[in-house]
């Protein structure tokens, strides 16, 4: 859809009220060359976005042939190769890692007993909700997924010995931790419930708490490295995309499950519709199963429209993406690239589950392009999905359910890209 990513970033630039912004879609130019410079670095970076947003358009019916495989790099953080991984980082957007330091072993116990987590009743899930869903804590499903749900599906809720999810009509159901602790500078701050709200954890299974806060620390120091290693391959400062925001980062962990899907319906959602990740990169854990089947699955929208299956990964390998924050950081060096995660064939069987952790930095950072400064640039929290729902909700005086749809919308229009007033 055109301008659907350059529409939200850009969006969150015109909520922030800069100085270099007027009310609407034009710009207010002042003669002043670090005005001048923060336009054209954050113009680099949102430019890209909606270049990616136009190519994307229209394609999410895209038919997907079995051999139709995404070309994914594999990079060693033991003997990092700067060069393969900045090119990976420019035209594709996805990588595997080797040697991260993340134990999958550990992971895999964390998908087990998040397994005893999903197969609970519904009610009994959603007393973890958090937020109404909009935290990035404890259980969530996306909106078109309750709406689904919520259909009824009679033919399937009275079928015995299936997944309790999947006579539910779940499609993806999710469980998410953050930080353990709030920084103290956001401690008494509306960052506190919007970025840091407490872990929530199911009373009777302690397990799933333990193995889930062992991982979540494992991959925050894996993404640590993967950041400097991308500041590196770029000529910047190790600690470029990683200051002091990789230690009061608001990073989330994600465990989602896609529960079998029993019977045919063309009217299903997408597991996953077609999105690109809103924070400087995610860090992917899959199913081997995932990784083999022959339909349905992750899938990376390509440069010319193309919906391509993610392939199988070596083994101890991890994949990798970039967000629209790091391509917005880099002036668009790297991109985000759309994916999404398509259902399979109907039948058993077909349950997936995997781990994603997004990082993101602190509410409070300074985007902003090379060769700019921080008083060029903008707050990360401004272009989060978090903080731009939360100045609906704040300044324009919408209520949760009005603030989401009008996020939806904004999400849909181009704004200020699709003006060209940039």
């Not at 710009?27 to 190519?55: D, F, M, P, V, Y």
């Not at 895209?62 to 090119?87: E, F, H, N, W, Y």
């Not at 709200?197 to 889930?212: G, R």
């Not at 529960?259 to 077609?274: G, I, M, Y």
């Amino acid at each position: 859809m055109v301008g659907r990513i350059g529409g939200l970033l850009s969006f969150a630039l015109v909520l922030t009220a800069h100085p270099f912004l007027k009310t609407g879609n034009s710009i207010n130019l002042r003669q002043s060359r670090s005005s001048l410079g923060r336009i054209a670095g954050l113009r680099r970076g949102l430019e890209s976005l909606k270049t990616r947003a136009k190519t994307s358009a229209g394609q999410s019916g895209v038919p997907l042939g079995r051999s139709d495989m995404a070309d994914i790099p594999t990079i060693d953080m033991a003997d990092i190769d700067l060069d393969g991984l900045k090119t990976a980082c420019k035209d594709i957007g996805f990588l595997a890692i080797q040697n991260h330091g993340i134990d999958l072993h550990l992971a895999n116990r964390v998908l087990k007993a998040s397994t005893h987590f999903f197969d609970k009743d519904f009610k009994l899930k959603s007393e973890l909700v958090v937020g109404d869903m909009q935290r990035s804590r404890g259980y969530e499903m996306s909106p078109e997924h309750v709406a689904y749900m919520n259909v009824g599906h009679p033919e399937v809720q009275d079928s015995q010995g299936y997944e309790p999810s999947s006579r539910a009509g779940i499609v993806n159901e999710r469980f998410c931790i953050g930080p353990k602790y709030c920084p103290d500078k956001f401690r008494y701050t509306r960052e506190k419930e919007l970025f840091y709200p407490d872990n929530v954890f199911p009373a009777d299974d302690t397990e799933l708490q333990a193995l889930s806060e062992e991982l979540y620390s494992q991959m925050t120091n894996a993404s640590r490295r993967i950041l400097q290693a991308l500041a590196l391959c770029l000529g910047e400062p190790h600690l470029r995309f990683c200051p002091d925001n990789c230690t009061t980062h608001c990073s989330n962990m994600q465990i989602a499950n896609y529960p079998s899907q029993l019977w045919e319906d063309f009217n299903r959602p997408l597991r996953v519709k077609a999105h690109a990740d809103s924070g400087t990169i995610t860090l992917l854990i899959r199913q081997k199963t995932s990784e083999v089947t022959p339909t349905g699955g992750l899938q990376i929208l390509s440069k010319d429209g193309r919906w391509l299956r993610a392939p199988p990964l070596e083994e101890g390998a991890i994949l990798v993406n970039i967000g629209n924050l790091l391509t917005v950081w880099t002036g668009g060096s790297f991109q985000s690239t759309k994916h999404r995660v398509s259902n399979p064939v109907w039948g058993e069987n077909s349950r997936r589950l995997s781990i994603a952790y997004f990082q993101k930095p602190s509410p409070d950072t300074w985007i902003y392009s090379t060769g700019s400064s921080e008083r060029e640039g903008v707050r990360a929290r401004d272009l989060m999905r978090v903080g731009i729902l939360d100045k609906l909700i704040s300044e324009k005086g919408m209520t949760n359910e009005e603030a989401r749809h009008e996020y939806h919308r904004m999400m849909k229009s181009p704004y200020i890209l699709g003006s060209d007033s940039l």
